[in-house]
Nanobody, 119 residues
Framework: QVQLVESGGGLVQAGGSLRLSCAASGRTITNYRMGWFRQAPGKEREFVAEITWSGTTTRIADSVKGRFSVSKVNAENTMYLQMNSLKAEDTAVYYC????????????WGQGTQVTVSS
């Protein structure tokens, strides 16, 4: 089973950048589709980005398109979320998630990392 640990969150001013990391252990992530989700206070968890097991295809939510990018380094067993031009509305707990490439839903979750953007 894969275990996921996020890092890289923190406090940043609007317009700044952060890079989140999601380190996987227990198994190689080579055959896993991986994604980022976020949950702001009082709101439901929402999809942010995902990347296929091969790393060749990504999908980005419209709300962050052009500002966020996702990447994956299988050799490091790590996925990244580069966040640029951050806005106050990006403030949330960010979670990484994984699912085996044949699975239909994400079923492995990290504990989350807080991102706070001050305006």
């Amino acid at each position: 089973q894969v275990q996921l640990v996020e890092s890289g969150g923190g406090l940043v001013q609007a317009g700044g950048s952060l890079r989140l990391s999601c380190a996987a252990s227990g198994r190689t992530i080579t055959n896993y589709r991986m994604g980022w989700f976020r949950q702001a206070p009082g709101k439901e968890r929402e999809f942010v980005a995902e990347i296929t097991w091969s790393g060749t295809t990504t999908r980005i939510a419209d709300s962050v398109k052009g500002r966020f990018s996702v990447s994956k380094v299988n050799a490091e067993n790590t996925m990244y979320l580069q966040m640029n031009s951050l806005k106050a509305e990006d403030t949330a707990v960010y979670y990484c998630a994984a699912r085996y490439y044949t699975s239909q839903k994400y079923n492995i979750w990290g504990q989350g990392t807080q991102v706070t953007v001050s305006s």
